[in-house]
């Protein structure tokens, strides 16, 4: 298929319709209304169904029963439309669901603005429901990568009956950019005949979705398969890039658009004669911390770049295990940083350490 | 980085309804169809409804880095208050192209190229009030030599759908204004 130039959001809607999603529920939302809107007008032409719900919390509810018929689903939002979807989330998890979550972040706390932001890292990455669970989580750079991760995404959700994230932010769906739809490699997916909920016709005893499990030992009995499964999870689906290791004196870690302008930053201190690299984590969970192990002995320091006050700097911190002193440099509130402010951070630690 | 490849950083400014996306989303992909690396950035918020919109463009031989313009090979005004916000964020020996029909004052910075085109009375001239945009395509095109004018033209189409064909007449001549104003 040829290039076209779509708009993230957009583009979403068309990869996700190509892998198979045939269940979208949503509510609307700044910087992501086109998903919807998208969905609205292409799913019913797939043979899908598009809901736009009453609300957040209603549409995490469907998207719970649409993958406890084994169906393809999704919803997507933006930060405090995905503050609603915590709870579903946490029971989704906790029934060992596929589907996709979206969110294309913005900034808060609470309502915030609309702008573009990385401040939901914590929520995304840490369980933002409660009880103990986590969910791998994507963060494309560019809209070709944001297509790519779909298909991948309701892969992993099917093969490991996980909800999926991709976390975006405005920038990402805003954007425009030429993308080339490509077909998925196939993955070997397991059968969903032995727990979906599609009527018995009688000749099998009922399948039960179910988070409630009242009794501690058989709670942890669960648990403790699910850990497991979210150990094959941290060893098999860590997805990093690696730019500009080699010789490098700092070695800066971002993720999603804000690597980009750190990609740009790194091109502008080059010109200089700095030598500066990049981690860029694909997955924010499970986090990439075999990358850390890769960071050439030339590296004096790191620096996480985020468009927050500072959160997978957490992350970098434990993957370093005090390896190297760990900087941060992040813009918040919505603004976003320059390459030259972000160049003008190592220059200026670089000078500091001198 | 200008020196590692062709790099073009655009940003196009002005009210809503003059049609500074579009005109950004046709050089994108114009930029596209000759084989560029191009990113469209939109402003989206509140101040789009009767305020100001602009985008950023970037058209690059590499991979799109950031796609946020901060300092602008070339800054395209359509109003006052875009020339007024945008006017430092152009790198010396950029240029800076303002639509002198709604914009009386000059440009005030002396390490840029400033060029100075009525696109509204260009428009009005051709009949066609709304084809500004379009007009200042053709400026731009004729100053920068790209995009080509049959990308444009098939990005024009691919933009606005092709129900809007019969349009197409118009906004030939709409460039061909547009080039005409600079040459």
């Known amino acids: ?354 | 980085m200008k020196d590692q490849g062709f790099l073009e950083e655009i940003i196009i400014a002005g009210f809503g309804g003059q049609g500074v996306l579009s005109a950004g989303m046709i050089l994108a992909y114009a930029g596209m169809l000759e084989g560029k690396n191009v990113a469209w950035l939109p402003s989206y918020g509140p101040e789009m409804r009767g305020g100001t919109a602009n985008c950023n463009v970037v058209l690059s031989d590499d991979p799109v880095g950031s796609p946020v313009v901060s300092q602008a090979d070339t800054l395209i005004v359509m109003n006052g208050p875009s020339l007024d916000k945008f006017e430092n964020h152009v790198r010396p020996g950029g240029i800076i192209i303002v639509n002198s029909s709604l914009i009386e004052r000059k440009v005030s910075r002396k390490d840029v190229t400033a060029y100075y085109f009525p696109l509204n009375d260009a428009a009005a001239e051709l009949g066609s009030a709304k084809a500004a945009n379009i007009v200042l395509l053709g400026a731009y095109m004729a100053l920068k030599g790209f995009p080509q004018k049959p990308a444009v033209l098939e990005s024009f189409l691919k933009v606005f759908g092709e129900g809007k064909k019969k349009f197409l007449p118009i906004n030939e001549q709409a460039l061909l204004k547009g080039q005409s104003l600079v040459n």
Request: glycine fraction near 10%; aromatic fraction near 8%.
């Open chain 1, 1 to 354: 298929m040829a290039k076209v130039l779509m708009k993230g959001n957009e583009a979403l809607g068309a990869a996700a319709i190509k892998a198979g999603c045939r269940y979208f529920f949503g509510y609307p939302i700044t910087p992501q209304n086109e998903v919807p809107e998208y969905m609205a007008r292409e799913m019913p032409k797939a043979g899908g169904v598009f809901v736009q719900a009453e609300s957040e919390v209603a549409a995490i509810n469907m998207v719970y029963g649409a993958a406890s018929t084994g169906a393809r689903v999704m919803t997507s939002s933006s930060s405090p439309g995905i503050s609603l979807k915590q709870e579903g989330l946490s029971y989704i998890a906790a029934a060992e669901l596929p589907c996709l979550i979206v969110n294309m972040m913005r900034s808060g706390p609470g309502l915030g603005g609309i702008q573009p932001s990385q401040a939901d890292y914590f929520q995304a990455t840490r369980g933002g429901g409660n009880g103990d669970y986590y969910m791998p989580v994507f963060a494309p750079a560019s809209v070709q990568e944001l297509v790519d991760l779909v298909p991948l995404s309701f892969d992993l959700a099917d093969e490991y009956r996980t909800p999926v994230m991709i976390l975006g932010d405005g920038m990402i769906g805003q954007i425009m950019e030429s993308v080339e739809f490509h077909e998925a490699p196939p993955r070997p997916l397991p059968s969903k005949e032995d727990w979906i909920t599609v009527g018995t016709g009688e000749k099998r005893s009922p399948h039960i979705v179910n988070t409630l499990r009242i009794v501690p030992e058989v709670l942890e009995k669960f648990l403790n398969g699910y850990f497991n499964k979210l150990e094959t999870i941290k060893q098999k689906e860590c997805r990093w890039e690696e730019y500009g290791l080699e010789g490098a004196e700092i070695v800066l870690v971002a993720y999603g658009t804000t690597s980009r302008i750190v990609k740009s930053a790194l091109a502008s201190l080059a010109g200089e004669g700095i030598k500066a690299g990049l981690i860029r984590p694909i997955t924010l969970w499970p986090y990439p911390q075999r990358a850390f192990d890769r960071i050439p002995p030339s590296a004096k320091a790191l620096m996480s770049v985020e468009m927050s006050a500072g959160q997978m700097l957490d992350d970098v911190k434990i993957a370093s295990a005090g390896r190297w002193p760990v900087h941060f440099f992040g813009r918040s509130g919505g603004m976003v940083p320059t390459p030259g402010e972000v160049a003008g951070a190592v220059k200026q630690l670089l000078g500091d350490r001198e």
